[in-house]
Nanobody, 114 residues
């Protein structure tokens, strides 16, 4: 599975962005998907996850502002980010996991200006 993120960029505080992660290869629907983020020199933190059945979880810092979703027909997972804050500035990574493998995208930069 190869993962390619898109949709990052610069946004003002209070604004919105939607990230997309397109997966190539077979078996997308069998993978749990997630978004992580990482600042330079810091650990990579979970932002949101979605199971194969569509169950979602969120980091406390983004609850009520971010929404993860998936479209299995398009092999794509999304992260809708609203009411963005400067502390949301990070590189965002797409993640896919199944029982035997973990995959990562190359990351997309998100910058929120105050």
């Amino acid at each position: 599975v190869q993962l390619v993120e898109s949709g990052g960029g610069l946004v003002q505080a209070g604004g919105s962005l939607r990230l997309s992660c397109a997966a190539s290869g077979s078996g997308f629907s069998a993978n749990a998907m997630a978004w992580y983020r990482q600042a330079p020199g810091k650990q990579r933190d979970m932002v949101a996850t979605i199971t194969t059945g569509g169950r979602t979880t969120y980091a406390d810092s983004v609850k009520g502002r971010f929404t993860i979703s998936r479209d299995n027909a398009k092999n794509t997972v999304y992260l809708q980010m609203n009411s963005m804050k400067p502390e949301d500035t990070d590189v965002y990574y797409c993640n896919a996991e199944n029982f035997v493998s973990i995959y990562w995208g190359q990351g997309t930069q998100v910058t929120v200006s105050s």
